[in-house]
């Protein structure tokens, strides 16, 4: 059963910077699509960035060209790099695994990150 464990969130001032890590357990992590997801209180959940297999990346239109999204096979690793944060960044973010063949998805617990003077 595959596990992701994340780290990182907190409490940052705006135009602070912040880096997310998740660590996936028990999977082949590979040929899994990377992506962190985000939910504030009393919305839906939304896809912030995406990295697939072959590295090529999708960003939700609100964080480009200022979120980055990296993997890393060897270390079975996904980060999130959120610099010039703002309080509408303030949410809870999941990281999300997904199997590119069976599409069977694995989510992490969450951690959250909120952006306040």
């Known amino acids: 059963q595959g596990q992701l464990v994340e780290s990182g969130g907190g409490l940052v001032q705006p135009g602070g910077s912040l880096r997310l890590s998740c660590v996936a357990f028990?999977?082949?992590?590979?040929?899994?699509?990377m992506g962190w997801y985000r939910q504030a209180p009393g919305k839906q959940r939304d896809m912030v960035a995406i990295?697939?297999?072959?590295?090529?990346?999708l960003y939700t239109n609100s964080v480009k060209g200022r979120f980055t999204i990296s993997r890393d096979n060897a270390k079975n690793t996904v980060n999130l790099q959120m610099n010039s944060l703002k309080p509408e960044d303030t949410a809870v973010y999941y990281c999300?695994?997904?199997?590119?063949?069976?599409?069977?998805?694995?989510w992490g617990q969450g951690t959250q990150v909120t952006v306040s003077s």
């Open positions: 990295i697939r297999t072959d590295g090529t990346t």
């Open positions: 028990e999977i082949n992590f590979s040929i899994h699509a």
């Open positions: 999300k695994a997904r199997h590119v063949g069976s599409g069977l998805e694995y």
